[in-house]
Nanobody, 124 residues
Framework: QVRLVESGGGLVQAGGSLRLSCAAS????????MGWFRQAPGKEREFVAT????????VYANSVKGRFTISRDNAENTVYLQMNSLKPEDTAVYFC?????????????????WGQGTQVTVSS
C-alpha cells in the first residue's frame, strides 16, 4: 500500500516556475514507478511525466518536454515535478501516482495508487 500527498501547487504568471512534491508513505515506494498526470476542467486526465523505480529512466508528454523535469528521492520517499516556462494551458489539477510495475510507464491503468491532486493555475 502506498499513500500519496501532493503539495506545491498555486497561482503563477505565464513564464514562471513551480515545483510540485509528492510525499509517499509505505515501504513499497522505492519499488514503484512514479508518474504525474493532470486534469483540466472538462478534460480527461492526461499523462505528464513518469520515472522508473531507480530514477534512471524518465518519459515526458510532448507538451511538457524541455520545460518539466521529474525526479525522485527514494531516501525521502518523495517525487518531484519541476515546472518551468509555464503556460496558461498548463493550468490543471496535478496528480501524483504510483505503479508497482517499476519501469517508467505512461498508461493510467498501470498506476494503482493516486494522490488527491494539487491545483496549478497559470495566468496570462
Amino acid at each position: 500500500q502506498v499513500r500519496l500527498v501532493e503539495s506545491g501547487g498555486g497561482l503563477v504568471q505565464a513564464g514562471g516556475s513551480l515545483r510540485l512534491s509528492c510525499a509517499a508513505s509505505g515501504r513499497a515506494f522505492s519499488d514503484c514507478a512514479m508518474g504525474w498526470f493532470r486534469q483540466a476542467p472538462g478534460k480527461e486526465r492526461e499523462f505528464v511525466a513518469t520515472i522508473n523505480w531507480s530514477g534512471g529512466s524518465t518519459v515526458y508528454a510532448n507538451s511538457v518536454k524541455g520545460r518539466f523535469t521529474i525526479s525522485r528521492d527514494n531516501a525521502e520517499n518523495t517525487v518531484y515535478l519541476q515546472m518551468n516556462s509555464l503556460k496558461p494551458e498548463d493550468t490543471a489539477v496535478y496528480f501524483c501516482a504510483a505503479s508497482r510495475v517499476g519501469f517508467a510507464t505512461t498508461t493510467k491503468l498501470t498506476f494503482e495508487y493516486w494522490g488527491q491532486g494539487t491545483q496549478v493555475t497559470v495566468s496570462s
